[in-house]
């Protein structure tokens, strides 16, 4: 026993000295400088060639690295220089590398197309790259707002802060078509299903650079990728280190016009430091803040649930005015309707308690026959009723007579109060004239103090040279405004991500979470809607105006009063509705307050309570959100894990997320408890080059299912032809699919300021409203119509057929080319045809809110309006195309440019489809980066056409508006501090990218810059 541990004893010495001998290193340093201006080069990657062993430059462009043997050969790359191989014999003096600039066009390497890193200029299909060099001279005033530069890239505009990315159509605030990914996690706020601009996320310090993805890309990146995917990835705090921050001052509303003129600010950081080999760490802040662009469109807009359209008229001369941005005017009502409403619940009623012996209309309507129907009765005429003598010769119970009924002081008030609704209602003194609340501006009811603070942090742990574990965490809050159904005042929003994630070369494993709360968010429309009814409520405001209205129009036709226009009369009451206690044609006190004004302490003390109420209870406007998302996913280069990349490469992956929705009942349908949704998913690709590398294959498939939905498989085949070197043609075939987002499965949400609701689309949401049972609902368009004919011709409305909801699909087709002319030219152009089947629509329905009756959906007051989402029952195309250049002039000018087009076709009449993309649009520039002693520009003019916008807020044709951003900047030789002045919109010349949402006006700024 002895002997054996002897000689386990010499074995472990040996490897031990063995070790040690091996352990046995030298130290290699050195510079790496620009060729040209002879700066230091920070973040050049340092590499052992033939090995993964490697460091970077520090911020000074200096780098050590320990080798085991001498001679050996560095390698060293960055983006925007010729990569470069020093051979290094003798480690006791500091080398010295003079990088080259490689001034070649279309170098740049993405990721988003195969998952696997390429050149963008050989992607199997459309792809936009926005580099962290490209940022630093972006003259927006945020890289997000940037992306707008690019080709085929539209952004609708919410907020100063809420901005969304779409391509290939489907323009809107908040998109459910594109896929945000944020160093590989899904950005979306699990309550609302899409990202909330970059609310959330990367600032703008610790951007390496974003990739845009046009078109379907479900095949690779699951469901919700019908029209495109954004991949933003941060810098490796191994790769860029040390302190460099960005302090930016701006200046907005120059003109007044909404305001007076306010500040910008626009503050970010970042550091990072490599501990030792092993270990790195990275912090990152940045604030955003000012006061946000205003929703100042004042025009009349007509609207029946989601259905709406721009009209002629305003206050003064449309009495049913509903301002875009103006708030609580939606609650109105038909005076037709109403007085039939008052009128059949006073019939109702009287029937009920004479055990359906009094019929209080047919009564009237013998009564006003007998006397010659007088157009103006008399309040003679009127007071004959109660003792018209036919009247008393029928007996409705032993001893009882008609008169002795109808004169009984239980019923005779109801009776007389009913009078002039019922001749208003006879007599046409209404003209079929709907009436509207009095709606109060956006500005006073949405917080405009837009504020985003972002904070994140990394740790990364190198378990070996080839494997990399991370933990990150990202951090979001803010004020800001969405645009929806509503204007949605997003207040002290927070999101959290947190993602754990091991890496090597040919092989990730993910997991992460995002956990958001809403914070003090709240509905701007719901509070203008419930200070109208804190003041006084719609239940006194509407009977008192409609049967002041009857009786004054009756008195005029007596004589007894001067004679004026029904305008001028419905000006009149209006302003004794909003301002008067007392009723100056009655002399009655009117129940309830005056109108609260915009800063009164009453208008402060209602919207607190307001804002601060949760929407599904009375007179709240508050939304309740801590919806979670759990995800994990995996993914394997099959061909370098098995040694066979040389044949094909194979690369496969697998995903699962569980959505956790919590509203408490504000926007889900969860009073009972969260609802989850669990979604799987796997996808495998194939890739293979033929014919000398001029032909290159890729295949791949992807198979998602869904907790309510029957799986999708969604295939895509590209193929790439090199036709001359640096010049290739593609061409794809790809699918794509959603899934109805969780909103669209199970949202109840009240929204304007009567029975409007967005609902779920799930077959329960039927049964639930008795859609399919006692309460069915007809078209809107159908109600429309009703509504401008009489009450007894119900024969318009049209049944609104409910189909269980599938998954949509896209098949789309693409040919592309990306190529270099002559060295100085690159283009890059495509043209795509896709098929939507089974597209998801929004339904607009209305249905009787108690006994379900037909004529119930003639007046509001006695209808709900439903809107859910639907599948389209026919095929819907879109076709598009878009070309791109970029040429070098002389002397490092960049003239750069693009115009693109997409277009929807096949749409049926009446279906709302969202598509919202502007026929043509371009974006033209030109730069240098260093003109002149190092300073540089940035010039770029983006132009879109006329655009007929249709949005569940209003919809209408937007017009074509141009815009110009610019920015100049200096770099002072030897230092690491960058000046700039730039402004977007520099003519400030205001713009809308969709209705409801704020028109956009000019910023002007000036910026400090460390070490960018």
Known sequence: MRKSYRYLAAWLMAVLFSIAANAQTVTVSGTVRNESSKESVPSVSVRIKGTEQGTYTDPNGEFSLKVTKLPVTLVFTSIGYLDQEVTVSDASKPISVDFKVNNALGQEVVIAATRAPQRIIESPVTVERMSSSAIRSNPAATYYEGLANLKGVDVHTASLTFRTVTTRGFVSSGNTRLNQLVDGMDNQAPGLNFAVSSIVGLTEQDVDNIEILSGASSALYGSGGMNGTVLISSKNPFKYQGLSYNI?????????KQRS?????????????????????????????GNDWQADDYRNKQQLGILSSVVGGNRTNDPNFNGINQYGDETNFNMDAFSFYIQDQTRRGILAQTGNGVDIVNLLNTYYGAIGNPTYPTNAQRDGFYTFA????????????????LNNPALKPAIDQMFPAYNGLKNGYYRNTSVSRTGYNEKDLVDYNTLNVKLTGALHWKITDKIEASWNTYFGTGTTVYTGANRYSLRGFKMAQHKLEVKANNWMLRGYTIQENAGDSYIGDAVGSFMNEAYRPSSVWFPTYLLTFSEVRRAMGQGLVPTQSDITLHNSLRDVLDYATINPYNGLAIPGSPRFLPGTPQFNAAAKQIKSTPVNKPGGSKFLDKSDLWAGEGQLNLSDALHFSDKVEVIAGAQWKQWVMNSQGTIFADTTGPIKINEIGGYVQLKKKFLNDVLTLIASGRYDKQTNFEGKFTPRVAAVIRVAKDNNIRLSYQTSYRFPSNQNQYISLRIGGQSSYLIGCLPEFQSFYKLNSTKIGYTAASVTAYRAGTIADSSRLVVANYKEVVPETVKSYEIGYKGIIGKRLLVDAYFYYSKYDNFLIAEAVVQGATTGFKYETYSNFSSNSLSYTQNSARTVKSTGWGIGIE????????????????????????EVTFFNAPKYRYNIGVRNDNVCKNIGFNIVMRWQDNNYYEGTFVSGTLPYFASVDAQVTYKPKGTKSTFRVGGTNLGNNYYRTGYGSPAVGGLYYLSYGYNL
């Open 248 to 256: 930016k001052q701006g200046i907005m509303h120059v003109d007044g």
């Open 261 to 289: 003129a306010a500040p910008y600010y626009n503050w970010s950081m970042r550091y990072a430091k490599a501990i030792n080999d092993k270990w790195a760490f990275k912090i990152t802040g940045e604030l955003t803040k």
């Open 887 to 910: 040429y070098k002039v002389i002397q490092n000018f960049m003239l750069y440019g693009n115009l693109f087009s997409d277009v929807l076709r096949d749409v049926a009449p009446g």
């Open 390 to 405: 036919p009247f008393g010769a029928i007996n409705v119970a032993p001893g009882v007579t008609l008169l002795n009924v």
